[in-house]
């Protein structure tokens, strides 16, 4: 059991990977990391708190994504050269920051990965065919052994996620969820699957639970909106809980098994399956018996920002009530955030 808080956990297991040669970074939660677990190499999400903007201001636009900017502004802030990075075209801003990583030698060895926008027998057979690409180049090669292996240990890292809070879900602290979802993004997977996970006082004693809609956030949004009084039972963004069902593996055809996974799971809202992700979040929030739902939109994520007005819509249908929170991933206006939620929680009580 490791002795450090899990949050400071997190904090350790960035470092580590950002020093290790062998690591493979990314910021979009199509990319498969099963693959690069099989090449040898490390998978490890840019888990970022907030940053302000004191560097990357003058090689990025000011209207592209935050999330993606704050990599920047990390990268600038401590020296970082030469990583392997895997990027999407999953929005603008991804494809955007796919040139400046180049252009400022952030990059060693990257790949461009290309999703479809669908999910029927054409788009899986052409993510596939990404997929390979993928694998050839990180691997040198087709090894289909391998490729299964680490699809099973995945499997077996998220089917120990969603335990725990499936069994946990209505006592944890949100902030303890949040950074236990990241350690599984940031630990080399036998390790989380090994972890010996201490819940001494990670009790929550917030009765006001909530739903969380949003695509990326800060993690120090979730601890400062839990100081306020506010605990996350259900987190639906782009990397939160829907993530964490089985991939469905063919041990003959384990490439075409991923990019069904990747593509058919419930993802980002570039999908445009809106209705669909409506009608999810109500029913999940109906079962949860939670008293609310938080809209983290994040500044200039364009996807989320389109369909928005119709959230909003559905919701009040439902009588479901709801708070619009619109950040920059910078943090800079808590205070109008806390006067936000403390009215909220009045309006509902």
């Known amino acids: 059991m490791y002795s450090c808080n899990i949050k400071d956990l997190c904090e350790e297991m960035l470092i580590k990977k950002i020093k290790d040669e062998k690591s493979f970074f990314y910021f979009c939660s199509y990319v498969p990391v099963e693959i690069i677990h099989a090449s040898s190499y490390k998978p490890v999400r840019f888990i970022l708190d907030s940053l302000q903007f004191l560097h990357s201001d003058e090689v990025i636009p000011k209207y592209i994504c935050p999330y993606l900017k704050t990599a920047v502004e990390f990268f600038i ?9 895997i990027f999407t075209d999953g929005c603008d801003s991804s494809r955007r920051i796919f040139e400046v990583f180049k252009e400022l030698n952030f990059t060693k060895k990257y790949f461009y990965l290309k999703i479809p926008f669908n999910d029927n027998h054409q788009d899986i057979l052409f993510f596939k065919s990404e997929l390979q690409k993928l694998f050839i180049l990180l691997n040198g090669k087709l090894d289909l052994e391998k490729l299964n292996e680490s699809i099973n240990l995945y499997n077996l890292g998220r089917k120990k996620l969603y335990q725990i809070f499936n069994n946990h879900s209505q006592n944890l602290k949100s902030s303890f969820k949040f950074y236990l979802n990241s ?158 939620i403390e009215a909220f929680l009045e309006m509902i009580k």
């Open 77 to 85: 802030k401590n020296n970082l050269k030469e990583k392997n990075i």
């Open 183 to 340: 350690l599984f993004q940031l630990m080399d997977i036998k390790d989380f699957i090994n972890l010996d996970i201490d819940f001494t006082n990670q009790k929550s004693e917030i009765q006001n639970k909530f739903y969380l809609f949003s695509t990326v956030y800060p993690l120090n949004f979730v601890e400062y909106i839990e100081s306020l009084g506010i605990n996350i039972a259900y987190d639906d963004s782009c990397f939160g809980e829907k993530n964490l069902s089985l991939i469905e593996l063919n041990n003959d055809d384990p490439l075409t098994s991923i990019s069904e996974y990747y593509l058919k799971k419930e993802g980002c809202v570039r999908k445009r399956e809106i209705d669909k992700k409506i009608e999810n979040l109500i029913q999940r929030y109906k079962n949860k018996n939670l008293k609310g739902v938080i809209i983290y939109n994040l500044k200039y994520c364009d996807p989320l920002i389109f369909f928005i007005p119709m959230i909003k819509e559905k919701l009040n249908e439902e009588k479901i009530p709801h708070l619009l929170i619109e950040d920059d991933f910078t943090m800079n206006i808590k205070g109008q955030i806390r006067t936000r």
